[in-house]
């Protein structure tokens, strides 16, 4: 079965720290990857997507993220943290085949940024 | 612009008993799908709903159901609820045909209470 997995589930770090959130998948064919981002209080939003062409996506807010084929990879990263980041951050991957719309989840990173 | 709303927002139901959650989507949106998260997990793939039918369906029983109306609105349905359905029901709506159907707008959430 295709799988998800965030290496960690709990993540401190100070303001102005650079931030890789690592994301791997068990699927071997075409996928459609996503970082979505749960800020407090509110709900699930897409950061970021890849679907095809450059492997490095921009998101919102200055985060970015590479895919790496090889690795099966697709890490989150941001060089400069904020306060304001503190949230807990979701990668999810779909695998492209006939009418496939699901998404499958990572268990979540939860981000704590200190002032 | 109102984005995804669902109804209720939290509820506490007593095992074997059935509930309906609701969903409606962004204006725009014809297809919602739904999600249930467990405390600590990533969401979960229940099912798809476009052009009134159940498109996909992840891996969950038959007690898990759902409908479509014509105005893009859906309900989720669970019958003989278990301690273990209890979770965070998310609703996301997309658009149904491309790549939309697995770019998702996420609701709040229907927080259910099994005891």
């Known amino acids: 079965a295709q799988s998800v997995s965030q290496h960690n589930h709990h993540v401190i770090l100070s303001e102005a720290a650079s931030l890789e959130l690592g994301c791997n998948y068990s699927?071997?064919?075409?996928?459609?990857l996503f970082w979505y981002v749960q800020y407090p209080g509110q709900h699930l939003q897409l950061l970021l997507k890849?679907?095809?062409?450059d492997p490095l996506v921009k998101g919102i807010k200055g985060f970015e993220a590479e895919f790496i084929k090889s690795k099966f990879s697709f890490n989150l990263r941001k060089p400069s943290v904020q306060w304001s980041d503190t949230a807990e951050y979701f990668c999810?991957?779909?695998?492209?085949?006939?009418?496939?719309?699901?998404?499958?989840w990572g268990a979540g990173t939860k981000l704590i940024i200190k002032p | 612009d109102a984005g995804v709303t669902q109804s209720p927002t939290h509820l506490i139901k007593t095992r074997g008993q059935q509930v309906t959650l609701r969903c409606s989507p962004k204006?725009?949106?014809?297809?919602v799908s739904w999600y249930q998260q467990a405390l600590g997990q990533g969401p979960q793939f229940i099912f798809q709903?476009?052009?009134?039918?159940?498109?996909q369906r992840g891996n969950f029983p038959d007690r898990f159901s759902g409908h479509q109306f014509p105005n893009y609105s859906s309900e989720l349905n669970v019958n003989a609820l278990l301690l273990g359905d209890s979770a965070l029901y998310l609703c996301?709506?997309?658009?149904?045909?491309?790549?939309?159907?697995?770019?998702?707008?996420f609701g709040p959430g229907t927080r259910l209470t099994v005891t």
């Open positions: 999810a991957v779909n695998s492209l085949g006939d009418s496939n719309y699901q998404l499958i």
């Open positions: 699927y071997g064919g075409t996928v459609n």
């Open positions: 890849y679907f095809s062409g």
């Open positions: 204006s725009g949106h014809d297809t």
């Open positions: 709903y476009y052009e009134e039918e159940e498109r």
């Open positions: 996301a709506s997309s658009l149904g045909s491309g790549t939309g159907p697995v770019v998702g707008e």
